[in-house]
């Protein structure tokens, strides 16, 4: 049965390999790292976009303009945030402060923009001997979901994450206190550390992913928290009714059942809180997508500027051998040329005198196309001049700003309520995570 749980929660987790790969791609173009996409090149040979430009002997220059898009949004966050008090909130202000809320969600906003999914989990427990409700934001190559469809989450039935505990965090919250069991968790984690390769193949699955089964970190073990939403058969008289209940499980990377307990907390649902965005047929599409063929476009458009820039004759002279007097050299022609009033004397012979040669038009094409593609990123975005901070301000036009402010906002407004309602379901099951205790049940 565990086992089975396992492989589902395994397969959920495969299921998502797209959206985790598509978000690497998009967290690299935010962070810098803008030309890693690999291309074929002139040969076929699959390659870099980095390497390919070097080996053709170009520069890969970057112009990061999607890390100041997101700055600016999370920015702009922030700022409502404090215009409206969304943390002042009496029944969430201490919550808001022990667990750094605001700091919280504006690295959670920046993940959302990226991936498009915000995923937070709300816990009611004990840590370093105090006892309080905790968020933390979740790290979505480590979350699990069955596939669904509504954007509130309300037909998901199974969820979870993978977490990376050291043994004594293993034996604190699964050992009971118990010496015996304590020793057995200690013998069932040495030999799954001993035996790490099987990766998966206890389940059925001798291919599985290493970095589902196993932990990334030295001394640390992997245990996986799998939620569930459980069924029971009530019989009454004639009549037979379903009650339905969260179930936990904590599973030991072999299927072997650590702990389990029904939903402790006052709400009855697990502990988790999420949002995908757009979520549209069950596909995530990030903000950040939305822009990342803008930047590809504005990068290439910038090397070859440079190229064309590089190999432009640029103050070249054409200086006819038979105007060379004697007793003067090239050199001292270079010379005397670099100089601000420098003086060449020539022969007077023939029809040609020298004459500077310097290209101005060669690139007037590409600096068009590169501020067409500017003006597409901040349309494609929404993000313009008044909303970065950048549209000047006067007496006269403060109005006028304040005004473009907010029809600036209004591009991003359908983002900010998602994320507000994230929020906000987020701070109700806060308030609602009242422990009932929990039940670790012995090993088997």
Known sequence: MNKQLLQSAYSAWSAAEPLRARRERYKKYTYGDQWSDIIPDSRGRKRSEYDTIVRSGGKPLTNNLIRQLVKTIVGRFRAISEEKGLYADSRISTLAAENELPELDSRLLEEFLISGCAVQRVSSETRYGTEGVWVDNV????????????????????????????????????????????????????????????????????????????????????????????????????????????????????????????????????????????????????????????????????????????????????????????????????ERWASADGVIPISGLGQHLPQQVATTNADTGAYKLLELQMKLFENISGVGDALSGRAGVNAKGAEMYNTQVENATIALADIFSTFTAFTQARNSKACASITRGECVRDMP
Not at 192 to 205: R, T, Y
Not at 256 to 266: K, R
Not at 275 to 297: I, K, M
Request: proline share 4%; charged share 25%; hydrophobic share 40%.
């Open 139 to 334: 790290d979505i190559r480590k979350f699990f979901v069955n596939r669904f469809l509504d954007p509130r989450g309300r037909d998901i039935d199974m969820l979870g994450m993978l977490h990376e505990l050291s043994f004594p965090e293993i034996a604190s919250r699964f050992g009971g206190g118990d010496t015996r069991r304590i020793e057995s968790l200690r013998k069932l984690f040495a030999t799954l550390e001993h035996d790490g390769a099987f990766a998966g193949e206890s389940i059925g699955e001798p291919s599985g992913n290493p970095a589902f089964f196993c932990s990334s970190r030295a001394g640390r073990f992997r245990v996986v928290e799998l939620w569930t939403l459980d069924s029971a058969e009530k019989r009454n008289g004639k009549r037979t009714d379903f009650t339905f209940r969260w179930h936990c499980r904590w599973l030991a990377a072999d299927g072997t059942l650590l702990g389990e307990y029904d939903s402790p907390y006052a709400h009855g649902s697990h502990p988790f809180v999420l949002r995908f965005y757009p979520l549209t047929d069950g596909e995530v599409h990030s903000f950040v997508e939305d822009v990342v063929e803008q930047q590809r476009c504005i990068n290439r458009l910038i090397v070859l500027i440079d190229r064309v820039l590089s190999s432009s004759a640029k103050g070249v002279l054409l200086f006819p051998r038979n105007q060379m007097v004697d007793n003067f050299s090239w050199e001292d022609i270079t």
